[in-house]
């Protein structure tokens, strides 16, 4: 991704291996996926995630009705200190892991639904 950021939503065709192919190209890492675009995210699993990397989604959070956090190979709780930015900020989101995130992230923008997602890579 030019600049770590790819405007638009796209859905993701692969991922796996430490990172994910959408929009005609690869991306190694996490990502925070928002309607302004795909965003590279610094994370490699969701206890590393901090408040300082969702400023975007704070900005956005009125755009989007559906928020996806994939949290790795296995569902997991997300850490209080993020709990607590999302109970904070109002931003209601479903956490699961990263594979039903993706397949559930596709089939809510092929529905043109107004989804963002913040997916966890895995191997």
């Keep these: 991704m030019d600049g ?3 405007p638009g939503q ?3 065709e692969k991922f796996g291996n430490g990172g994910f192919s959408f ?3 690869s991306h190694r890492g996490s990502l ?20 300082s990397q969702l400023h975007e989604l ?9 928020l996806l956090i994939g949290t790795g190979v296995a569902m ?10 999302f109970s904070t ?5 479903d956490t699961m892991s990263t594979s039903a995130a993706v397949s559930t992230y596709n ?7 107004r989804v963002a997602a913040i997916l966890i890579a895995v191997e």
Excluded: N, Y
């Design 4 to 6: 770590k950021h790819l």
């Design 76 to 85: 997991k709780r997300l850490p209080k200190t993020l709990a607590d930015w």
């Design 107 to 113: 089939v809510l923008l092929a529905e043109e639904r």
């Design 58 to 66: 704070a900005t956005e959070k009125d755009l989007v009705d559906f």
């Design 23 to 25: 929009g005609g190209m």
């Design 32 to 51: 925070l996926i928002l309607p302004s675009g795909m965003r590279a995210l610094s994370a490699s699993t969701i206890e590393d995630l901090t408040s």
């Design 89 to 93: 900020h109002a931003v209601h989101h």
């Design 10 to 12: 796209h859905s993701i």
